[in-house]
């Protein structure tokens, strides 16, 4: 779920790493640092949302309806700011 909620930051990143090629430390490692860390902050909510899943599958042995329909509003949700875009 987390991968295909996060198609688009991954690409986004797969881009910025492949463009850091040829450069060299620090400047490849400070790039690449904030590479990341955009990834971080733009896959959060998806990523605590993973965490919940996992939570609630431990829990109940089961993903509950209340946490697919979490994911269908986070893929609406994201759908909906790139159509903004």
């Known amino acids: ?34 590479a990341r860390a955009e990834f971080d902050r733009t896959t959060a909510r998806a990523r605590e949302l993973c965490e919940y899943t996992f939570n609630d599958y431990m829990q109940h042995g089961e993903i509950s309806e209340t946490t697919f329909y979490r994911w269908d509003e986070l893929n609406v949700s994201q759908a909906m700011l790139g159509a903004a875009e």
């Open 1 to 34: 779920m987390f991968a295909a909620a996060t198609v688009e930051q991954h690409a986004i990143l797969n881009r910025a790493l492949a463009d850091l090629r040829g450069l060299l430390a620090p400047r490849y490692d400070r790039k690449r640092d904030a």
